[in-house]
C-alpha cells in the first residue's frame, strides 16, 4: 500500500491508531461529496419501470406547491413523527405537501396504512398516483428519484432520515448540494464531520433533538422562506468548495498512484 487516504481527518487518526506510518496517510478526500456533486449536474433515466412523462409531471405538480417539504431516507418512528408535523403545520400553510422518501421503500404500503390512520390523505409514486392538491403525504417509494427529489427541495426544508430517533445518519451531502435547506436529528455520527464542516462559518445544516425540535424547525422554514433559499444556497456553495478540495487531492495525489500502479501491475 502506498498512501492511505480516508474521508475526513478524524478517520486519518484511526488509521494512524492502527500502526499506519504518518507518511502513508494523505490529505483526507471524500468521494461522496465528488458523487454528489455529480448526481446533481448530471441527468439521469428514470427508472425503467415508470413511464418519463408520468415521473415529469409527478415532478411538476410537487414544484407547483407553494408550501412544501421533504422527509427523505427515514426510517421506522419518522414517518410517523413528520405525519405528525404536517397535521400541525397544515392548520398554519395552506395546502402544506410533506414528501416522504423512505429508506427501504418496501415499506410504503405500511408506511400509508399508518399514516392514513392518522386521519392523512396519502399517495403513492408507485402506484402510479399523482400528488393532487388534496394529497397530505406524497410517498416517494422508488429508488433512483432522489437527484430530482432534492431539485424539488431547492430552497426549501428537507429532514435527512435514520438521525432522529436513532441510528447514524445519512448521506446529507446531495440535498445540501441541490440547495436545500437540511436538516438532522441527533444521531448524525457516520456524517458529523461533515456537518461540522458545514457549519464551520455558519449553521448550514440545523441539527435538531427530537421531534418537537424539528416541527419548530420545519415551521421556521416554511414561515421564512427567504432564510431557506439563503442557507440553502450557502451550503450548495460551501459543499462545492469541498468538493473542489477533493477533486484537487484526487488529481493531483491518488489518481497518478493508481495509474502508476495499474500500469506496473500490467507490465507497462
Known amino acids: 500500500m502506498l498512501l492511505c487516504s480516508s474521508q ?23 468521494l461522496k461529496l465528488i458523487t454528489a456533486v455529480v ?32 422527509a427523505a431516507s ?10 405528525r ?8 400553510f395552506s395546502n402544506l405537501l410533506t414528501v416522504i422518501a423512505p429508506r427501504h421503500p418496501a415499506r410504503s404500503l405500511r408506511i400509508r396504512s399508518e399514516l392514513a390512520d392518522l386521519g392523512l390523505r396519502v399517495r403513492l409514486l408507485s402506484r402510479g398516483e399523482l400528488p393532487l392538491d388534496d394529497t397530505d ?15 424539488v427541495a431547492n430552497g426549501k426544508p428537507a429532514f435527512i432520515g435514520g438521525s432522529l430517533f436513532s441510528g447514524n445518519g445519512h448521506n446529507i451531502a446531495e440535498p445540501s ?29 440545523t441539527s435538531v433533538s427530537s421531534e418537537h425540535d424539528l416541527l419548530s424547525t420545519v415551521r421556521r422554514f416554511l414561515d421564512r422562506p427567504e432564510e431557506a433559499v439563503s442557507v440553502g444556497l450557502a451550503a450548495c456553495k460551501r459543499i462545492r468548495g469541498l468538493v ?8 493531483s495525489v491518488l489518481l497518478p498512484l493508481v495509474l502508476s500502479e495499474l500500469s506496473q501491475s500490467s507490465g507497462g
Open 8 to 30: 475526513d481527518i478524524e478517520q486519518c487518526r484511526y488509521f494512524e491508531q492502527l500502526g499506519i506510518p504518518s507518511g502513508m496517510l494523505g490529505s483526507p478526500c471524500d
Open 39 to 70: 448526481s446533481a449536474t448530471t441527468s439521469s433515466d428514470p427508472p425503467s419501470r415508470f413511464d418519463s412523462t408520468y415521473l415529469s409531471h409527478v415532478m411538476m405538480l410537487l414544484r407547483r406547491r407553494k408550501f412544501i417539504w421533504v
Open 74 to 83: 427515514t426510517h421506522d418512528y419518522e414517518e410517523c413523527a413528520c405525519a
Open 85 to 92: 408535523i404536517h397535521s400541525k403545520l397544515r392548520e398554519e
Open 137 to 151: 403525504i406524497y410517498v416517494i417509494d422508488v429508488v433512483g428519484l432522489m437527484p430530482e427529489l432534492y431539485a
Open 177 to 205: 448540494v441541490a440547495g436545500s435547506a437540511v436538516i438532522v436529528g441527533p444521531h448524525h455520527g457516520t456524517f458529523e464531520s461533515l456537518v461540522s464542516a458545514l457549519n464551520a462559518r455558519g449553521i448550514l445544516c
Open 244 to 251: 473542489q478540495d477533493s477533486v484537487e487531492i484526487f488529481d
